[in-house]
């Protein structure tokens, strides 16, 4: 096995109230050119930020045997960044307004590309340049550089500078596609000369020469290990865990002196799959009521909520921005004159009373009442709906502003087979992989099949987490 270069060991990173990896295990070794993608808020620029030095892990440990080898002290003194915009003692962004760029006898003595370049390296500027593709800018001033050359420019000044390690942060961005491919050909054949690369891109942008991906989509991060050609997805190695919903500690909730909840801890986080199942009486319908910001007790518990502990100056309406209810006590109190679609409607602004909605909004109602098949219930009064047709109409609004926490109580009673399959289909397809689901019901052959997590109530206590 070739030297690690840099490794990271069960590394947590939180960053102000909200987790960025746990259990982040990763190491790049000598010979491997690694691609990192991943969504916009991954966290593939606090990786590039732990690879750098610049960010301490909250738990486990980042280290560098590559520092050894090559007798250096700190990652800034072998490893190099190059990423969008060029903030540094050299030049800053802020000490120039946007029209300057434009007008170039406006500023005093402008820092030249050469100049940029020469700062704090003896290297061959002119011969870097020129296979950099910016020789002919060289007495340009750097603030006048289009994107492109701009980012050239910063790979040049990256490798005057010698480093073991470059950490390039989406270097194809603004580019087109002969540009891309231009440097895509570039950055290849300095690997092959030997250069330690690791490249933050688009996953659609992946250059033929990266050795391995680490992809940090979803829940947790795949390696995948370039073979001949081809890729073979290896064990996942890296855990990530996304930002907790909801977290209850210790939650006890009391009614006539019977204990409706009785010390329930239990954490949701972004994007799982709940199924919360448990006989009649257990405390499903309380434990609910506490996540929708309904219950009272909430204040007397700690009960959690997208980071933030209830009672700390939010407003019930803050809780339920970012909820999408239904449920069969919900249902009942569903008694004002309305339309079927002005009922869906009514979840835009979390209430039972018709609300102003725009075009954006009534399209959306549309298309959720063909998803369902009850176009036809468009303009019909709600109360003379069926059962059935109504759970439809309400499991709708639940789902009509994409809340980030979905929570469906018994959401398929009066619903035959067909509707039923129709609807867990619907959820299994359309739900954002950053929308959690809180599924209750007493049929297991209810629940969507995306659901991987349960947790069983029985008398108020927390009889099994799985």
Known sequence: MTDAVVELDEVAVVRGEHGVFAGLTWTVRDGQAWAVVGPTGSGKTTLAELVLGKLRPTAGAVRWPLLARVGADYPSQAVAHVAFREESRLFSYAGHYYQQRFEFADADSPLSLEQFLRAGTAGDV????DRLGVREQLSQPFMTLSNGQTRRA????????????LVLDDPFVGLDAAGRADLAALLGELVREGKRLVLICRADAVP???TDVLDLAGRTATVRERVSGG???????VAVRPDPVAELRGVTVRHAGRAILDDV??????????????????GKTTLLSLLCGDHPQAYANDIRLFGRRRGTGETVWDVKRNVGLVSPEFHLYFTESLTADRATA?????????????????????????????????????????????????????LVKRPPLVI????????DAGRVEACRAYLDRELGADQTLLFVTHDPAELPRSVTRTLRLDRGEVAEVV
């Open 126 to 129: 002119a011969a870097v340049a």
């Open 154 to 165: 910063r790979l040049a000044r990256a490798l005057l500078a010698g480093p073991e390690l």
């Open 208 to 210: 033929g020469w990266v």
């Open 231 to 237: 890729e073979d997805t290896r064990s996942l190695t």
């Open 265 to 282: 801890s239990w954490t949701v986080r972004a994007g799982e799959r709940w199924a919360v199942v448990g006989p009649n009486g257990s």
């Open 346 to 398: 009514t979840g835009f602004a979390d209430g039972v009373t018709d609300r102003p909605t725009s075009p954006e909004q009534d399209a959306r109602v549309r298309e959720l009442f063909g998803a369902f098949g009850i176009s036809h219930l468009h303009g019909r009064p709600f109360r003379h709906l069926s059962t059935g047709e109504q759970r439809l109409v309400l499991l709708a609004r639940a």
């Open 408 to 415: 469906l109580d018994e959401p398929f009673q009066s619903l």
